[in-house]
């Protein structure tokens, strides 16, 4: 890492005092799971760039699909009567995997924060359409993170994301996280998940069903700390959502196409959801992009040919030909590699690995996770399970002892968490446990 507080760029999710104190590392290439800083450091990717390189860096296969379709065309508009064919086929490649969901209709958008802000307005005006014009709030989970722009900053669970940009969205509610190792309720799995579905329905109950558009929740909370809801709470919260009458929306964005081992996060629950919101593993990251999905349920309600009926939000780069040309491949890529049995299998030796560090270091309370979405919990106290300071210089310890071995590891508040590309091997995996223990080690 340098130290460079020169930088032009706004650096978000760190504060300047820290970003002094540990300097960037500039990024200048990828090749597989490892990525080279500008001083040709070879570094194991244990982010995926951000959950989302699932492929890996630099796939011939991906660049060779960008770069075929820039020969041809870099952008037109999706607007209107206009469209292009990579839009067109992934859109179709996409209903074709949801299948089994009965998914319907594909609006692309840039990203994560896009999908689920899409998501939110077209579940509006569903009700509309429907002739329910009250029904406008939205319940989500404490925890929960669902991205950045003011409507999904609402909806987020998690309290940082919000305190500089008040006043948000009104009428967004929040139920507790169905986090098993810390709750004031339970340990025990399946009475968890009805504590949290009785608490969804009296939120509804209290609200009025008439008033409320839809649920929405990752199906396995990722930046809010890799958690992993018990296995009967998502079919119970259909339940909930359709004895109400209330749109359930997935956030797949971290989830979708195989990081949690499944090709979707609900698939773990099998659940169907009315809307699906992807992006990240989407293009595998090589070029921004977001899809919200709809079911044929909800997509049917704009079978109206009334103005009321026209969707006014869509983006510039909605259906961007080089983006979608990517999604195609890294799609590809997932299906004849089988990514999602991938990481299945090595996830579950990554966390049967990293298990022990709970006897091991009293720093660590909790270690969890679902395919290769795992985390170390960290604790000031194993006993109250208090978490370590997010201010900790603890945190960032491990992130640049991690790093002086080579390796990259993700630190958020008080938790460590690894998401690498769905390529990983079970010899990543040896290098990235023992790079952990020397870290560790170090700060106990
Ligand atoms: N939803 C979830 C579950 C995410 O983890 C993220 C980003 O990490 C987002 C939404 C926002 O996506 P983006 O950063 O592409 O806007």
Redesign the pocket.
């Known amino acids: 890492m340098t130290n460079n507080n020169h930088s032009p760029v706004l650096h978000p999710m760190v504060s300047p005092s820290i970003l002094n104190l540990i300097g960037q590392t500039t990024i200048v290439k990828g090749d597989g799971v490892f990525v080279y800083d500008k001083q040709g450091n070879e570094l194991l990717d244990c982010m995926a760039g951000?959950?989302c390189v699932n492929v890996g860096h630099n796939h011939p296969k991906m660049n060779k699909a960008i770069t075929e379709q820039l020969e041809k065309i870099a952008f037109y508009n999706s607007f209107v009567d206009f469209t292009n064919e990579p839009a067109e086929m992934l859109a179709n490649e996409l209903l074709t995997w949801l299948k089994p969901e009965q998914m319907a209709k594909v609006m692309f958008s840039s990203?994560?924060?896009?999908a689920?802000e899409t998501a939110l307005k077209l579940a509006r005006q569903y009700w509309l359409l429907e002739g329910q014009k009250n029904k406008t709030q939205f319940i989500s989970l404490t925890n929960g993170?669902?991205?950045?722009h003011f409507g999904v900053t609402s909806i987020t669970g998690i309290e940082i994301h919000k305190q500089a940009y008040a006043p948000l969205l009104q009428n967004c509610h929040h139920i507790p996280t169905p986090c098993l190792y810390r709750n004031p309720w339970t340990s025990d799995s399946d009475e968890l998940a009805d504590i949290i579905a009785s608490q969804l329905e009296e939120k509804i109950i209290a609200i009025g069903e008439h008033n409320i558009a839809a649920f929405i929740a990752?199906p396995i909370q990722?930046?809010g700390g890799v958690i992993v809801p018990p296995a009967k709470l998502w079919p119970l919260f259909r339940k909930v959502c359709d004895k109400y009458n209330i749109l359930l929306i997935a956030?797949e964005?971290?989830t979708g196409f195989g990081r949690s081992g499944e090709l979707f996060g609900c698939r773990n629950w099998q659940v169907s959801p009315d809307i699906m919101c992807l992006?990240?593993g989407l293009t595998s990251g090589y070029i921004p992009l977001?899809a919200t999905v709809l079911n044929e349920k909800v997509a049917k309600a704009w079978q109206h040919s009334g103005p009321e009926s026209m969707i006014m939000h869509g983006y510039t780069y909605s259906g961007h030909p080089l983006a979608c040309a990517a999604g195609l491949t890294a799609l590809s890529i997932v299906q004849e590699q089988q990514l999602h049995i991938n990481a299945a299998q090595v996830g579950e030796y990554l966390l049967q690995s990293l298990r022990p560090f709970k006897e091991h270091y009293s720093l660590v309370g909790d270690v969890r996770g679902k395919g290769l979405m795992v985390v170390l919990d960290l604790v000031e106290c194993k006993t109250s399970k208090a978490p370590l300071d997010p201010a900790s210089p603890l945190n960032q310890q491990l992130v640049q002892l991690a790093q002086s071995q080579g390796v990259i590891i993700r630190n958020v508040g008080s938790k460590v968490i690894l998401s690498p590309p769905l390529t990983f091997t079970r010899s990543h995996v040896d290098t990235l446990v023992k790079t952990l223990h020397f870290a560790f080690d170090r700060v106990s």
Not at 145 to 148: C, K, P, S
């Open positions: 951000l959950w990203g994560g924060s896009d689920n993170y669902h991205g950045l990752e990722g930046a956030d964005v971290v992006a990240k977001g």
